[in-house]
């Protein structure tokens, strides 16, 4: 329970590591093609996210398949890979096993399902210039939650994500010296956007938290904003109402004064 990070990695690893992938990637889909990115939380899926953009393919970031709520998480997929059409649904490996053993076939049918440590034992192909990308085409594609209705996508382009990115970072006044923390899920607008656009943006220090962690112990998020001196971190107003009830009364012993 202790906040040493089970994952890290440096900006140039980073990078070798999402052109690798990204190679791998050409060979399965091609520029415009859409990706479900249906990863749990962490640098596997931004790893992920970045070597579709280098591929040119159209990121689309939906939660991780869960056997255990499939009349929840079923519908929700299916709805999405029918509205995208997508080629390739990108996941863990013990998850693809879960989901095959619990979901129905046509999910598998409908597009092709690979696994990260599939991808990194794929042969590598020939490296080759990974394409240009113009600023206008679509870089992901953001889902609603699909509480109340079937999830709907909205068309993000990289000149529009990344001018809300220059935007938000202006305006928090983040940069390379900020020290991010973000829980938020990364299939929300507000756990992808200011969770790894805004950061990767600004050359920022990052710390990812799993959801279940807060959801699980509210006050370790702020916790972590103490120990690790973190600069910028949000959440819905909600959710301090929950760190609120967590405390029943009792002072809050983390400094948040960074």
Excluded: K
């Excluded at 080629?87 to 092709?112: I, K």
């Excluded at 202006?170 to 507000?190: C, E, I, K, M, Q």
């Excluded at 790894?196 to 370790?220: D, N």
């Amino acid at each position: 329970d202790d906040l040493s990070p089970e994952d890290q990695s440096s900006y140039g690893q980073l990078s070798v590591d999402c052109h690798r992938l990204a190679v791998r990637l050409a060979t399965l889909a091609r520029p415009g093609d859409r990706v479900l990115l249906a990863l749990p939380p962490g640098l596997d899926f931004v790893r992920a996210f970045w070597a579709c953009m280098l591929a040119g393919c159209v990121a689309v970031p939906v939660p991780a398949p869960d056997p255990v709520r499939l009349l929840r998480s079923a519908p929700r997929l299916r709805g999405i890979l029918q509205d995208t059409d997508a080629t390739l649904v990108w996941t863990a490996a013990d998850l693809l096993d879960g989901a095959r053993q619990a979901f129905e076939p046509s999910l598998f049918t409908a597009a092709r399902w690979i696994s990260t440590a599939e991808l990194d034992a794929a042969e590598p192909g020939t490296p080759g210039q990974l394409p240009f990308v113009a600023e206008d085409a679509v870089a992901y594609l953001q889902y609603t939650s699909g509480s109340t209705l079937a999830p709907r996508g909205v068309r993000i382009s990289h000149a529009q994500a990344l001018a809300n990115v220059q935007a938000l970072n202006a305006a928090g006044r983040v940069d390379d010296r900020s020290r991010t923390l973000n829980w938020l899920p990364h299939f929300h607008d507000y756990g992808l956007v200011c969770g790894l656009l805004a950061p990767f943006q600004a050359g920022a220090t990052s710390w990812l938290m799993s959801p279940l962690t807060f959801l699980r112990r509210p006050l370790r998020w702020l916790e972590a904003v103490d120990a690790l001196g973190i600069t910028h971190t949000g959440a819905p107003i909600s959710r301090y109402g929950g760190c609120l009830r967590a405390l029943a009364g009792a002072p809050l012993a983390s400094d948040l004064s960074s």
